[in-house]
């Protein structure tokens, strides 16, 4: 296994419930590293989703730092499932307080050409 892959590894709790095995923090930062929450993030909510989806757009917010020595739980909401779309908000938590929050779009793969009239 990589160590990108180490740093990414999640433990499922339960459907929708996942917990960080790692965290990492920058020398000189005040929290955990974002781009590990969002990676997190974005591996807990792909878990939930059909295989043909794929991520298409993400929108996140960092509202406190994250603690190192504890793990971060990510739930996902389950806001929409269609046959082309899906969408879900993930929170991380630590404290029983939300340290982040992201919603993320997945989407299935499109077999069109771009057209254009005159």
Wanted: charged share 20%; with cysteine; aromatic share 8%.
């Amino acid at each position: 296994m990589s160590t990108i892959e180490e740093a990414l590894e999640l433990e499922e709790l339960e459907e929708n419930l996942y917990r960080s095995k790692r965290t990492w923090v920058p020398i000189g930062a005040r929290g955990v590293f974002g781009g590990q929450v969002v990676g997190h993030s974005v591996l807990a909510a792909t878990k939930t989703v059909a295989p043909h989806l794929m991520l298409h757009s993400l929108h996140s917010y960092f509202l406190l730092p994250g603690d190192a020595s504890r793990p971060i739980i990510y739930h996902v909401a389950r806001v929409r499932d269609g046959k082309s779309f899906a969408t879900r908000t993930i929170t991380a938590i630590q404290n029983a307080r939300a340290i982040f929050t992201c919603s993320a779009s997945f989407q299935a793969k499109e077999t069109f050409t771009l057209e254009h009239q005159v």
